[in-house]
Every structure is written in C-alpha cells, then in structure tokens.
C-alpha cells in the first residue's frame, strides 16, 4: 500500500496510507488512514497544486458540504469498507 507524507504548518510530519483517490470539479482527492488496523482513522486530503508544480500540495479537507460529497463519493467506490464519517 502507497503511503504520503503530510507535513502541517507547523512542519509536523505524519506518514499516511491511500486507500483510494478520485477527481472531481478539477481536484484530485486522496482518502487516506493513519494506519492498516480495522479502527484506523480516515481523512479526506484535497491537492491544492498546479501541474506545474514539482510536488503535489494536500490539505486536509475541512468544507462540510465538500466532505460529505467526497466521503459519499469514496464510500460508493469503497462498498465493502465501513466509512464513519465526521466532518
């Protein structure tokens, strides 16, 4: 399994797994989990960055509406995987 490495603005650095990615209105979306264990917690990360740029660029997705559309959106292509979702 492919894992990034997140670094938040105060330059903390997490390590997280992509279980699954899609594209929708122009943004890749990855869907990710702090761990491989059955009660791992998932986040969505949104790639602010340009083709041009050298590295992707991902934040956290923190929009409501936009969560909940992509949470639905990964859910549909994960049938077989139980997604809680909280905002």
Do not use: C, H, W
């Amino acid at each position: 399994m492919e894992k990034i490495r997140f670094v938040e603005e105060d330059g903390t650095e997490t390590e997280f797994f992509v279980e699954e990615q899609t594209r929708m209105n122009g943004y890749n979306y990855l869907l990710v989990t702090d761990s491989q264990d059955d009660e791992a917690q998932a986040y969505i990360l949104k790639d602010l960055s340009k083709d041009t740029d050298p590295q992707a660029s991902y934040v956290m997705v923190e929009d409501d509406r936009e969560f909940e559309v992509i949470s639905r959106l990964f859910a549909d292509m994960l049938e077989d995987v139980d997604l809680e979702t909280e905002s």
